[in-house]
């Protein structure tokens, strides 16, 4: 076994410190990376009496450069979005707005996701709370190379975009797609009230302008989906994009007749009109088995195989024994049925659950080589922090990733304070999470690690005495 790492301050910051490269293992932080090589790194704004800085997603570039979006408050404690850069060696970079950091331009925004387009700009999808009874979604505009806030091109010719839907409804964006073309998707929920959420994609060509071909509603252009004889209310995390054009999202929902809340999958055709998955349209699904449990999915991802539908993989948590959560990670073929060869039971999924403590799921990244991390938290040893988790292509837990159980946990700050994770990407032989540790009640600093991984053959094949 490996002891705890040794500790040293930097401001009121406590950061793990690597010993050496030769001790260092898969899953242990990753040399010469972040602040002074200590394998993580943290961004403060610190602006206002609140000093919230709260991140919600990131996206790394091919350079091995990680942009991470958050909701940020400005002087006057109002929301922002706040985009922040880090170099490929874990710092903050000072060619994009100087110092590395940048607001938008919007007021009383809540941001929640970032992608990265091809021609070099960020879009960041999140929810304009100006009216708090009528929220809408929005996308704002970036650049990537200095974090210049830019407009649309013509006719929008603006910083931001709003999707204004219906006069007293809540439209909340939880996730944004580019696609090849340049064309991106925001997906969230539409709430009309009373608890009727639908499942909600609207597609903007690169212009900012709303898709006319897309949606099975024609004003505004949506995708609202939903099969009200059947479920009450979806809940929409996260999209992905299929090898073969179409959209698939993540979430959870309700019945009608029920209190269960059960995981949802939803797919889409290309041109945003549903394609059913099930005999209802919509594919629900239970990781538990109890009633008035929950099972919710968090985030997925697509991968094709060569037939006509890619597989699904999705991850979350569920409502275990004796009130705790526990995560999954769950296979669907072809994007509807859970594969009974994946998983330690050949059950379709695998779970991590603990005696002692809450562990959820909150991303997925797939492994170059096969196999997948799920990022999410666990709550145990006095303090909540990040855990990265390897498995295997079929399901297994990777024991050579971390302490020998297939984990590797994240700690920033001191002992007892609440590390909420983020995002998660692979960049240059290592794995990087980035999200959020509170400092106070209302002050959270933006954080961020990198992981290694493949260390042994990092370099390509190397010889074994």
Partial sequence: MRFPRPLYTIGTAFIALCTSQASAADGDLFPDWGLLGSGQTIIQYDLGTEKSDNAVDS???????????????????????????????????????????????????VANAIALTSDGYLLVAGTSVDNADDPNMLVCRFAATNGLVVNFPAPTSSHCITLTTFNGS???????????????????????????RYATFARFEANGQL???????????????????????????????????????????????????????????????????????????????????????????????????????????????????????AKFLQGNMLNNDFGPNDMGY???????????????????????FTLGYRDDLGSDDFEVRSFNSDGRASLTFGDGNGYARVSFLLQGSKDIPAAMSFSNSGVIVTGSTQVSQTNFDIVAAKLQYDRIFVNGLQSVD
């Fill in 350 to 372: 695998s779970v991590a659950i603990s005696a002692n403590s809450n562990v959820s799921f909150s991303r997925i990244e797939r492994k170059p080589g096969g196999g997948f």
């Fill in 170 to 196: 809540s439209d909340l964006a939880r996730d944004i797609v580019v696609q090849p073309d340049g064309k991106f998707i925001v997906a969230g929920v539409l709430d009309f009230g009373d608890n009727q």
């Fill in 211 to 329: 898709d006319p071909s897309f949606g099975n509603f024609v004003n505004p252009r949506l995708s609202l989906i939903r099969n009200t004889s059947v479920y009450k209310s979806h809940e929409l995390n996260a999209i992905a994009l299929a090898s073969n054009g179409k959209i698939v999202g993540a979430g959870s929902t309700t019945f009608l007749d029920s209190n269960d809340r059960r995981g949802l999958l939803v797919r889409l055709n290309s041109d945003g009109t549903g394609d059913s998955l099930s005999a209802s349209g919509e594919l629900s699904f239970a990781i538990d088995n109890g009633a008035n449990l929950r099972t919710v999915a968090s985030d997925l991802m697509t991968v094709g195989t060569g037939n006509p539908e890619d597989n699904v993989y999705t991850v979350g948590f569920y409502d275990a024994e004796q009130g705790r959560r526990a995560g999954f990670i």
């Fill in 59 to 109: 996206a790394a570039a091919a350079d091995g450069s990680v942009y991470i979006a958050a909701t940020v408050t400005d002087a006057q404690n109002r929301n922002r979005i706040g985009v922040s850069k880090l170099t490929p060696q874990g710092v903050l970079d000072t060619t994009f707005s100087g110092d590395g950091k940048v607001l938008g331009g919007r007021l009383n925004v």
